[in-house]
């Protein structure tokens, strides 16, 4: 029986969906047994010559969010050669924590990083990923004006979600890559997730009427373990996030935060739970407690953007307007 050409290539990754395929253990056996490891930099020593000239890759794993011109160069290689690709991570499936980047223009990250920062000794400002380095052979890549899912450029038959993706999920994947020895191939957008929220799965005492009469941190007092976050007051994207993941947070006793990515056929993962949550901001009590006081409430939320869209903003709705996939 031959051997699965695999490939996998990176956009902006933190390197956690690399340890995540650690985690299968005695399970990356068979993977060895079922793959030829083409290109894979954290795995094997290759190089991205070997890639490219490499003419058909069975299955090719993408990790990462697209945030630099060589990112998408890479992805749209991966994508002409593989005949599956696969989304691995929500980097990958959103634009993951990368995609808060685009809440702020990319000159005034830069800056922050390369100029602004006590320890950084930089008297001409300069910023990589704008100008060439021409003392230097190094060319740096140029940045993209927004971090994008890698949807946004290739077509992709696989999706993987998880920040990051939980082993049982890499051990689905392996399981694909064994069908593919025996020609049994995946169905295409195949989802390794639960078609279900979160909340279908959470064993917490959920309310028949979700009512909501302020919000609070998850270090300002007890945390029930048997009861609803949200009836306690702390946000917990549960009720729009695909489940699958275990609910490993929530077992923690701490709220999910959405990196499974939004339900099916919610588009805007952050706009569905915002409005989820203003409808039951002291529901029945509107009138008696009055505009001005709503506001407040409102108010004591911390970074709205970051708790509804910690995942999800590259690929929201908000982004999508400005989108510019030629990268200015």
Not at 181 to 199: N, T
Not at 213 to 222: A, L, N, P, T, Y
Not at 245 to 273: H, K, L, Y
Request: glycine residues 8%; aromatic residues 8%; hydrophobic residues 40%.
């Amino acid at each position: 029986m031959r051997k699965i050409k695999l490939a996998v290539d990176y956009g902006s990754i933190c390197g956690g969906c690399d340890v995540a395929f650690i985690d299968a253990g005695e399970k990356l056996i068979e993977l060895a047994n079922a793959a030829e490891i083409v290109f894979w930099p954290a795995v094997v020593d290759g190089k991205e010559e070997d890639l490219r000239k490499t003419r058909e890759i069975d299955i090719g794993i993408f990790f990462g969010a697209i945030r630099t011109e060589r990112h998408k160069e890479a992805l749209e290689q991966l994508r002409e050669k593989s005949r599956i690709l696969v989304a691995f991570g929500t980097c990958a499936c959103y634009g993951g924590i990368p995609g808060l980047a685009n809440s702020v223009e990319s000159r005034v990250l830069l800056k922050k990083g390369y100029v602004a920062t006590k320890s950084t000794d930089n008297p001409d400002g300069k910023l990589p990923g704008f100008e060439e380095f021409k003392e230097a052979a190094l060319r740096l890549p140029r940045l993209r004006s927004l971090v994008s899912p890698i949807c946004d450029f290739v077509d992709v038959d696989i999706w993987v979600p998880g920040c990051p993706p939980p082993v049982e999920s890499v051990n689905k994947l392996i399981d694909v890559v064994k069908d593919l020895q025996e020609d049994q191939v995946p169905p295409k957008g195949l989802f390794i997730a639960e078609g279900r929220s979160l909340c279908d799965f959470c064993e917490r005492e959920k309310p028949e009427v979700l009512r909501i009469k302020r919000f609070r941190r998850v270090h300002e007092g007890e945390i029930k373990r048997d009861e609803c976050f949200l009836k306690q007051g702390i946000i917990c994207l549960g009720p729009v996030t695909r489940g699958g993941c275990g609910a490993r947070c929530i077992d923690a006793n701490m709220p999910c935060r959405g990196c499974f990515g939004p339900v099916p056929n919610v588009e805007d993962q952050g706009t569905r739970f915002l409005s989820a949550v203003a409808s039951a901001l002291m529901a029945e009590e509107e009138r008696e407690v009055g505009e001005e006081e709503l506001r407040k409430l409102i108010d004591e939320l911390p970074d709205p953007l970051g708790l509804f869209y910690m995942y999800s903003l590259a690929a929201s709705i908000i982004n999508r307007r400005y989108l510019d996939l030629e990268g200015d």
